[in-house]
């Protein structure tokens, strides 16, 4: 089933100031809790963290984020955004770490607790998750975002007691009929969770980080053999790397173009054309029988509003008859607007490359 929330990725915005809601001014004794705007010292590097961040250069903004730290290990905004520039590497419980310690300094600020939930949710500890964001809107109870946050999380709990229902009776009507409501309501997102890029007091935004790069270290050129000795010839190379590495490369495009006639499909609301691109084998979320899966889409699809599906930064491993896509899909229809990131796992059959599975996340 496809999931709905929002983002489970960072946001790629300069990270601005760190203020405090002006509702907890009076709760602090000391300003040394929380520093509004960092000192000229620790500006400069947190700014430049910010961009390195944004450019996904994650290393180079974290050893700028803990310069700062070393010289104050207080220091909140440095600490937050150093569990955004974790979250984006990847590391999770590393990220858990920073802003569960956040939360028990500062327990007055909610977004920390927001962004627990999103680490959480992640990992799929629903109820943690929903601890989290009772917390937040403990602390700031007109946090829209965190609001937002639990009734997807409510929603996804729900969903697994339904289909837990199914397990123990499969013919609860009632059950169905439910869990067919929420997957239709969770369906045309693919983020979990809202993560909060800073306070509460600004706008938060929210965007996908892109697919991993991955870099390719140039090939070593070989050496000239010397003019005055005759080398004797060299062994007869094993052909099936160089050949598996061609097929890859050849492949590629094929698998590029597959997936953007894909999107092209559900973006022309070509129902037909859409559920082709998918494998007859195709692993449907959450085990539905196809029937009923494709049912939900053409129901999904067939809405009077405008779709919009964009694909970028993709990247695609070719081995074999098997392929591994992985890109950031922009979605939009009506009022709903969604960044996600996005894998897919296409077999090749007929000479067709076919979706057999898909997922959020890398």
């Known amino acids: 089933m496809a999931e709905k929330y929002n983002t489970m990725t960072l946001p790629r915005m300069i990270l601005p100031r760190f203020p405090v809601p002006s509702h907890v001014l009076a709760c602090l004794i000391s300003a040394t809790l929380l520093v509004l705007a960092p000192a000229t010292a620790n500006a400069d590097p947190l700014q430049e963290a910010s961009r390195l961040m944004k450019q996904g250069q994650f290393g180079p903004a974290l050893e700028k984020t803990d310069q700062v730290l070393a010289a104050k290990p207080k220091d909140a905004q440095a600490r937050f955004m150093k569990g955004l520039i974790l979250t984006e590497m990847g590391r999770q419980n590393d990220a858990i770490v920073v802003f569960t310690k956040l939360t028990e300094d500062y327990p007055e600020l909610p977004e920390p607790y927001n962004n627990l939930a999103v680490l959480y949710a992640q990992q799929r500890q629903f109820e943690k998750a929903k601890n989290a964001l009772e917390m937040a809107i403990r602390t700031h109870p007109s946090y829209a975002t965190a609001h937002e946050n639990l009734g997807d999380i409510y929603a996804r709990m729900a969903s697994q007691a339904y289909d837990k229902a199914l397990q123990i009776d499969s013919s609860n009507a009632s059950a169905q009929t439910k869990l067919a409501l929420i997957r239709d309501l969770m369906s045309g997102s693919a983020r979990p969770t809202t993560l909060a890029s800073r306070s509460t007091t600004g ?119 098997r392929a591994t896509a992985k890109f950031r899909q922009n979605y939009k229809s009506g009022k709903l607007k969604t960044a996600a990131a996005k894998t897919m796992v296409l077999v090749r059959r007929d000479g067709r490359w076919l979706i057999q599975q898909e997922r959020v996340g890398n």
């Open 203 to 321: 706008k938060v935004q929210v965007a996908a980080a892109p697919a991993a790069k991955t870099e390719v270290p140039p090939a070593a050129k070989p050496e000239p053999a010397p003019a005055a000795k005759a080398e004797p010839a060299p062994a007869p190379t094993d052909p099936k790397p160089a050949a598996a590495e061609a097929q890859s490369a050849s492949g590629k495009p094929e698998v590029e173009g597959a997936i953007r006639n894909w999107a092209n499909a559900w973006s022309a609301k070509d129902v037909k054309a859409y559920l082709a691109a998918y494998a007859s084998d195709f692993q449907t979320p959450g085990g539905q029988p196809r029937s009923a899966w494709e049912a939900e889409r053409a129901r999904r699809i067939d809405k009077p509003e405008p779709i919009q599906v964009g694909i970028e930064n993709l990247q695609v491993a070719v081995e074999g008859e």
